[in-house]
């Protein structure tokens, strides 16, 4: 099965995307087809024996739309500009039209006098209406072909309302041609130019709106320096930035962005990557460290090997990831989808039930057409379409800002439905590596000394982690002679003549060093804390305790209290030992734990707890990666190995658990958004055809004319399309 991403063109409203996918998933060899209205595109996964690319676009093409083989995000960008300018072009040209209709139409009615007879002033009403449909062409073209089609749209709507209106209006022309006087009082082409003008309006607006939301896209791709340097045979080399492979040692001074991602050779610098991960603060870099693509050099000047260029660098990952997430569809989007695909043919319907019923009650030709023509321009599905999308779209890129990538729309809508968070232990909730954090000693500086002289000859975690922290300290490291590893017990080395012992009771014991009962004390006590209690002694002499574990991220009880406050449960899965995972569970906070878990029985774990509510899994690592799968919602944090990443459904680009309470609070803040412009879509739909029809004047109340009801329709779409816009102040 394949699956291609493709642009979609000529669509203005939900009956649109609505007849593109309708059409899409009736072809064979079509599994499932996504149209997106916001980001005009389609997602189409399909079997290569049945279906190839030309089949598709030649379906969609039926209808009266194009295919774009790729997803060019600038060309497509590009494209918007030029149609923008098109239609503030129109909008000029419909206005001064507009403007031109009304006054000859409604100036005698308000005391003005032209000099022009009602045959003249009807003659040039109607040369003015015409030029009007030709400014407006677009909403005929598009209109007549998908009714013709058998897949009316909101275009369907306003060019048949304006056709009525006009094909009147000439009639009266002709009868007044022929004598008749009356039938001056009788023309309504202002009414067409301006419904034409109103609704182009709100085309202009919306599509000027809908501009801003792909800003954060925008502003992801510009981040990339367009050249970088590089070094060959000893000179530096300036090349367009597109040209840099892997392998390739770049050199970037401060004030300059990084064109590729790669790996620190030499230099040292703080470098900015605020607007890749969220971050504030700049970045610390020396030799060894990772450097990505668009974060920007600050102090210092930094050579680098290239390690992955043009489209597997961070950054391209994530602009797919944001542009896969807007093009995917959330399950509540599908309820405003099918109510679209059928809301035009019905309101088509109701426009003619309107002007027979108002027929038939002795309503007047003139007044019957009005409110039918009222009906089809009011009701248009626009807004209702945009309502979910349009959100989701803006959500995505403000969650890229916050270093926070949502992998498809659903996961944006799921979370907020999440009561239960479970956490890995290692790397996930603790820094994934041992950390020194107790020494118990007579002379710690010695007790320093001497461990990290012995232990530097060892590769092991906690090794590292005593010569670490000797060094922090600024200890002396002393050369050890005789080093041996006691398999089961420690360490020992001989250090300017002396024995050192490193190690557990056993090594301390078969030494015959006697442990007092303050130290036993002690060593009970760190394990019962989840730590790694080191013993050191020279010559026969216990010298004091250094105490190792894999400590808790400094965030980490903040996230936890924080997703505590919003009613989710946390919970933790871990390989290690029931004493180690009591202790941690404490210290952090969590609501439970499980401990000594298998890859598999983590990923059974996470099936049980799913029976209960959803569930959302937060890992890092390969052994995560089938309980972020199984998991409702499974979230990567930022250094999770590539297969984790892969399989979760949201990425935190940042090593930072409070990412996880920010995801949750922008779901919530997103559909909270998406339930408002639903409210405003159906709002102006369920009031304004009512008051189209006329059903309110039986009581006294309003009528709605042809022209208020293309200002309501129009505003409807700026509204939702506004409102979608706040989340850009999320915090």
């Known amino acids: 099965m394949k699956q291609i991403r493709v642009g979609i063109g000529g669509m203005t409203c939900a009956s649109c995307s609505s007849a593109v996918e309708r059409t899409l998933n009736k072809l064979e060899g079509v599994d499932t087809a996504q149209v997106n209205l916001a980001t005009e595109t389609a997602t189409i996964a399909f079997d290569e024996t049945n279906l190839d690319l030309d089949k598709i676009k030649l379906a969609v093409k039926r209808i009266g739309y194009s295919v774009l083989d790729t997803v060019d995000y600038q060309a497509k960008e590009a494209e918007k500009q030029k149609e923008l300018s098109n239609l503030g072009h129109r909008l000029i040209a419909l206005v001064v039209l507009a403007v031109g209709l009304l006054v000859l139409a409604m100036g005698p009615m308000l005391g003005l006098v032209l000099p022009l007879s009602p045959l003249t002033s009807a003659l040039t009403q109607l040369v003015l209406a015409t030029l009007s449909i030709f400014a407006g062409s677009i909403f005929f073209t598009k209109g007549y072909t998908t009714l013709f089609k058998r897949e009316p749209n909101m275009d369907s709507l306003v060019a048949l309302g304006t056709t009525a209106s006009y094909l009147y209006s000439l009639w009266g022309v002709i009868q007044l041609i022929g004598g008749n006087h009356e039938a001056a009082h009788h023309l309504y082409f202002e009414g067409v130019g301006t419904i034409l003008t109103l609704v182009m309006l709100g085309r202009y607006l919306e599509n000027r709106s809908k501009g801003r939301t792909g800003e954060a896209i925008r502003k992801l791709m510009e981040l990339a320096p367009a050249t970088a340097t590089v070094l060959r045979d000893g000179e530096q080399v ?125 309503t007047s030709f003139d007044i019957s057409l009005l409110r039918a023509v009222s009906v089809l ?30 992998r498809h729309a659903a996961a944006i809508e799921q979370l907020r439905q999440v009561k239960t968070v479970i956490f890995d232990k290692t790397g996930t909730l603790t820094e994934g590596k041992p950390n020194v954090t107790d020494i118990l000693s007579d002379d710690p500086a ?54 050192i012992r490193i190690g557990n009771p056993l090594l301390m014991e078969e030494a015959k060093i006697s442990l ?10 760190f394990s019962d804390e989840g730590k790694t209690p080191l013993l050191v002694a020279k010559d026969g002499q216990l010298l004091g305790i250094i105490a190792v574990a894999d400590t808790l991220r400094k965030e980490t009880t903040q996230a936890l209290a924080e997703l505590k406050s919003l009613g989710i449960k946390t919970i933790m899965l871990t390989g290690d030992n029931e004493r180690t995972a009591k202790a941690i569970a404490k210290q952090a906070g969590l609501d ?59 990425v935190l680009v940042r090593n930072n658990l409070t990412d996880v309470t920010k995801a949750f609070r922008l779901s919530k803040a997103t559909m909270r958004n998406i339930y408002q412009n639903l409210f405003w879509a159906f709002f102006y739909n369920i009031l304004g055809i009512p008051l189209a029809t006329g059903l309110f004047t039986l009581f006294g109340g309003p009528q709605l004319s042809p022209m208020f009801a293309a200002f309501a329709m129009s505003m409807s779409s700026v509204t939702v399309v506004a409102n979608a816009l706040r989340l850009n102040r999320f915090k």
């Open 238 to 362: 300036v090349i367009d930035a597109s040209q840099v492979v892997v392998g390739d040692i770049l050199l970037v001074k401060p004030g300059e962005k990084l064109p590729v991602d790669g790996v620190v050779l030499g230099g040292n610098s703080a470098v900015d990557e605020s607007l890749l991960t969220g971050e504030s603060l700049p970045v610390e870099k020396a030799m060894g460290s990772e450097v990505f693509a668009a974060t920007l050099n600050t102090t210092g000047t930094l050579q680098y090997r290239a390690s992955k260029v043009g489209s597997d660098t961070a950054l391209a990952n994530i602009i797919t990831l944001v542009q896969e997430a807007q093009g995917s569809k959330a399950p509540i989007a599908r309820i405003a989808d099918t109510i679209s695909g059928i809301f035009v043919p019905i309101v088509m319907g109701i426009a003619v039930l309107t002007f027979i019923a108002w027929m038939v009650g002795g």
């Open 377 to 406: 321009v009011i009701a248009c599905p626009c807004a209702l379409g945009l309502a979910t999308p349009i959100a989701i779209m803006v959500s995505s890129g403000k969650g890229a800002k916050l270093g926070i990538l949502f």
């Open 446 to 499: 010695l007790l320093m000394s001497l461990a990290a002289s012995v232990e530097q000859n060892s590769e092991h975690p906690l090794s590292r982690a005593v010569v670490a922290r000797a060094k922090e300290a600024g200890s002396t490291l002393l050369e050890a002679d005789e080093f041996e590893a006691l398999v089961g017990r420690g360490i020992q080395a001989k250090v300017q003549h002396s024995l």
């Open 516 to 525: 007092d009962k303050q130290t036993k004390a002690d060593l009970e006590r």
């Open 592 to 650: 439970s734990y499980l401990a000594e878990q298998l890859p598999q029985q983590k990923e059974q774990a996470v099936s049980e707890l799913a029976k209960q509510g959803k569930v959302a899994m937060v890992g890092d690592g390969i052994n995560d990666a089938p309980a972020l799968a199984r998991a409702d919602i499974g979230i990567a944090v930022g250094s999770a190995t590539d297969v984790a990443r892969e399989t979760a459904d949201v």
